[in-house]
């Protein structure tokens, strides 16, 4: 299940620092992160460490957006908590379809928006229950960030 921790928080990673020193080649043979690289970033897994950007061209896994990064860390480091501050709107989807598969808990400072998807479940750590709507997710966030 995804967990939201809204607002400031101690002992929260940042996705992209934490991507540049500890990814793994292997992360990208991986279909599901294939799939957020294409939708985030708009680029295309080649092989080794070879991402094809419509905008940059042959790319390392370290060029890719600091959102797209902190989603990867997030799917493949779920004991951490991560900032998704840095995960633009385009990763609200990708943050609920990690929630799927994997317990995790993310920071935000600002108000990701979640109506297209509803219902969902997100749990709000600030208040301790599961939320399932855009309007209650949005009252409740308005109260910590």
Not at 41 to 66: A, C, F, K, N, Q
Request: charged residues 25%; glycine residues 6%.
């Amino acid at each position: 299940m995804l967990r939201i921790h809204f607002g400031e928080a101690e002992n929260v990673e940042y996705g992209p620092s934490w991507f540049k020193y500890n990814y793994k080649p292997e992360w990208f043979k991986d279909p599901f992160v294939q799939e957020m690289v294409k939708a985030v970033d708009d680029s295309t897994y080649i092989d080794g460490l070879v991402i094809d950007s419509p905008v940059l061209g042959p790319i390392p896994p370290e060029r890719l957006s600091g959102g797209v990064k902190t989603l990867i860390m997030i799917y493949e480091k779920p004991e951490l908590v991560f900032d998704a501050t840095s995960c633009g709107q385009n990763c609200a989807k990708w943050l609920l379809e990690i929630g799927k598969k994997k317990d995790v808990t993310v920071n935000l400072e600002y108000m990701m928006m979640f109506d297209e998807y509803a219902p969902f479940e997100i749990f709000v750590t600030n208040e301790g229950h599961v939320l399932n709507n855009a309007e209650d997710l949005f009252l409740t966030a308005a109260k910590y960030i």
